[in-house]
């Protein structure tokens, strides 16, 4: 079935640093994917999300592209801030059934001085 | 802003009791989603509702059973709690076909 995968559990970066989170998934149609971002006793909310056209989604520094070749989305920033440190989803929305959204197993990043 | 609310923020029980959560979401959105996210923070989505009608209906014990008023509102019933029910339970709501997910602030639910 469609399913995304996170394999960095935690991922700890000093400030300035560059960061990437790896996100793969399985697909039966064609994909549709977002980051979500949870900070410390907050709700998860989005970050960015792909687009059909190949336009690269940015937000708040946050970057994703969208690569169908190998099934992948990873999350990059080219500084990382001591603000980004939080619990990072990646999801997908599948094709079957609709209306579902399936998340990753969450990667924190920890961001230090 | 919060635009999706959830009652209670807290509840904590005994194993075999009931308790029914509350969402109601104030957006305008025809679809809303129940998700539980566990003490490893893995998010798995228990079902979904458009236009009041159930949509997605994961793979969830019976125990469990959601309720739909109108397209801005969505409960969820446990019928009879376990100690793996401790979660923290997130309502959702978006525009039809999963589009972007607005989360509430969650239900923690602890079974004792």
């Known amino acids: 079935g469609d399913s995304v995968t996170q394999t960095e559990g935690l991922v700890t970066l000093t400030e300035g640093l560059p960061v990437m989170l790896n996100c793969t998934y399985q697909?039966?149609?064609?994909?549709?994917l977002f980051w979500y971002v949870q900070h410390l006793n907050e709700a998860p909310k989005l970050l960015l999300k792909s687009f059909t056209d190949n336009k690269r989604p940015e937000h708040q520094g946050f970057h994703a592209t969208l690569h169908k070749s190998s099934s992948s989305f990873h999350l990059q920033k080219s500084s990382a801030q001591l603000s980004d440190s939080a619990l990072y989803y990646c999801a997908l929305r599948t094709g079957t059934g609709g209306y579902k959204v399936v998340f990753g197993s969450g990667t924190r990043l920890l961001v230090s001085p | 802003e919060t635009a999706v609310f959830q009652t209670p923020n807290y509840h904590v029980t005994q194993v075999g009791n009931e308790v029914s959560f509350n969402c109601k979401q104030t957006?305008?959105?025809?679809?809303m989603y129940w998700y539980k996210q566990d003490s490893k923070k893995l998010l798995k989505i228990m079902f979904s509702y458009n236009n009041k009608q159930l949509i997605v209906n994961e793979t969830v014990p019976r125990r469990f059973s959601p309720q739909s008023s109108d397209k801005a509102h969505l409960n969820l019933r446990i019928k009879s709690v376990e100690p793996e029910d401790s979660a923290v339970y997130l309502c959702a709501s978006s525009y039809s076909s999963a589009e972007t997910l607005y989360f509430g602030s969650g239900t923690r639910l602890t079974v004792l």
């Open positions: 697909s039966t149609y064609s994909p549709f």
């Open positions: 957006l305008g959105h025809d679809t």
